[in-house]
């Protein structure tokens, strides 16, 4: 079965030195096709990042006035309010610079293409080795909360059993 191309295959990159690499028509091409689309995915990323940023200024504004506005609430919910909002700026921190290394992928590869400069696509590879290496370390972290989670719960369930 014959894939349709729908843009025109750029041509391959200059002949490498002795012992380097050269990539074909179809692997640039390729590789040309998946930074436009990690290019998308950033940008989609850097606007759910400012949606983020937006919940967690408002978040400790709503806790503030609804520990003023309950008096059962008290400081707490005010404290607890802020300690959100900082928690989802880190986190906004975080998917930003994440998204950050995806879209400098993309542009630095796609401009490399363009331009057939090899350095210029390096450095865009290099990103996305950056972005892959921030997003190990997100999801390390990820799974080491959910582990500590798991067993703060069996340690309480085992608590409340006896």
């Known amino acids: 079965m014959d894939e349709i191309i729908?843009?025109?295959?750029?041509?391959a990159l200059p002949a490498p030195e002795e012992g380097g690499i050269h990539l074909s028509h179809f692997a640039v091409y390729d590789l040309q096709r998946a930074a436009k689309w990690a290019k998308f995915l950033a940008i989609i990323g850097f606007i759910c990042t400012g949606f983020i940023v937006?919940?967690?200024?408002?978040?400790?504004?709503?806790?503030?006035?609804l520990s003023a506005l309950s008096p059962n609430a008290g400081v707490a919910s005010a404290a607890v309010g802020g300690?959100?909002?900082v928690i989802y700026l880190i986190l906004a921190a975080?998917?930003?610079?994440?998204?950050?290394f995806l879209y400098q992928f993309a542009t630095r590869t796609l401009n490399g293409v363009a331009l057939k400069d090899k350095e210029t696509i390096e450095k865009g590879i290099h990103r996305l080795?950056?972005?892959?290496?921030?997003y190990g370390i997100v999801m390390i972290v990820y799974l080491s909360f959910l582990a500590l989670g798991l067993i703060f719960a069996i340690g309480m369930g085992a608590m409340l059993h006896h």
């Open 54 to 65: 937006i919940v967690a200024l408002f978040f400790g504004t709503i806790m503030s006035t």
């Open 6 to 11: 729908e843009e025109p295959i750029p041509a």
């Open 83 to 85: 300690f959100v909002s």
């Open 129 to 134: 080795q950056s972005f892959f290496k921030a």
């Open 94 to 100: 975080v998917l930003f610079t994440i998204n950050l």
